[in-house]
């Protein structure tokens, strides 16, 4: 008999995208992205962080005051669809921790992807995010919170023999 307490493969890609937020050095908001084909294949993956060649502790980091993150961090769902090196994204689903913002709803659009999953929507009500929905349903891209039937993903990086 199989085990039934697997996750389902919402809740996989939604946990690869969480492991790749591991990866921001951004002390403040770590989101990641895992764009899927339609055969359920990882294309690409993404974070948010500095662009390659900028080195990440020449930037600043903070939220606020005279020098802030903004102008520089490349947000989760661009690394992601810049990291698919010219693959074709036509019809994917893309897999983020943060509804996207208006800037990464354009380049979600122009390269093709068809839906999004998200988890949080904390910023909602936010000019970004209202044009970003509105461009969204123009192009007529899907998007949909998911609602998870589990609360964590727990990951053993121990080596059987060392159990």
């Known amino acids: 008999m199989k085990r039934a307490d697997y996750i ?6 939604m946990g690869v995208a969480m492991l790749a937020a591991k990866r921001s ?17 990882i294309i690409s993956t993404g974070y948010n962080g500095m662009p390659k060649g900028c080195r990440d502790d020449e930037f600043p980091w903070n939220r606020e005051g005279e020098e802030t993150k903004y102008p520089y961090v490349v947000h989760a769902e661009l690394n992601a669809i810049l990291n698919a ?12 921790a943060l509804f996207p913002c208006n800037e990464c709803a354009k380049a979600i659009i122009q390269s093709g992807v068809r839906e999004i999953v ?46």
């Open 8 to 13: 389902n493969w919402d809740e996989y890609f």
């Open 85 to 96: 090196n010219g693959r074709d994204l036509r019809g994917s689903r893309l897999y983020v």
């Open 118 to 163: 998200y988890l949080s929507d904390k910023y909602a009500t936010t000019p970004t995010t209202l044009a970003s929905k509105r461009m969204l349903d123009a192009a007529g891209v899907r998007y949909t919170q998911l609602r998870p039937s589990v609360k964590s993903i727990t990951l053993d990086l121990v080596p059987e023999e060392d159990k």
């Open 25 to 41: 050095k951004d002390p403040s908001t770590q989101v990641g992205a895992c764009i899927v084909s339609q055969d359920n294949i």
